[in-house]
């Protein structure tokens, strides 16, 4: 891929939310500086540094920008990097199938969520272990059938295969 266009990515210093904005910009061997705020808590969540949070539109990141332009919001900016770097399939219908999928999987780390405000051990245990089976069941066995139904894949014969753990045939 031949794009030109230089990003600037500002997220914490973790995975989380930015971690597929890191994916995209890297796969596609796009040009980005990666700014990361020390994160030291959860509860409440670390502040970011003023001059972010005053150029995100709704104060907080991940936050991606690029000649002269700014977009906030994790799926926003997934989207906006997946249609760029044609990865969000080979037609309207392969292209919603993808959301599905990215919202499947939203909806499967919002299960999770609770457990970073938590403090109590036994209540996070409780969290986890709840999160746990209704994430096997509704989610990733669901995305396991999907794969296994289409072939390696989570959507058409792309890029989704990458997503597989070859030695199991489970999603990662």
Not at 141 to 169: R, Y
């Amino acid at each position: 891929m031949s794009d030109k266009t230089h990003y600037d990515v500002y997220y914490y210093n973790t995975r989380g939310l930015c971690e597929p904005i890191r994916y995209i910009l890297s796969y596609a061997g796009a040009s980005f500086n990666d700014h990361r705020n020390p994160l030291t808590s959860f509860n409440p969540l670390t502040p970011l540094p003023t001059e972010w949070s005053d150029r995100s539109t709704f104060g907080q990141v991940p936050m991606l920008e690029f000649d002269g332009n700014r977009i906030t919001q994790s799926q926003a900016i997934v989207r906006y990097l997946a249609r760029k770097y044609n990865l969000v399939g080979k037609n309207e219908l392969e292209a919603a199938k993808c959301d599905e999928i990215v919202d499947g999987v939203k909806d499967y780390l919002t299960l999770w969520s609770p457990i970073w405000r938590e403090e109590d051990p036994e209540k996070r245990k409780v969290i986890i272990d709840a999160a746990k089976a209704k994430g096997d069941q509704r989610y990733l066995a669901k995305f396991n059938e999907i794969v296994e139904a289409n072939g390696g894949h989570l959507v058409g014969d792309g890029l989704t295969d990458s997503l597989l753990d070859p030695s199991s045939k489970q999603l990662l």
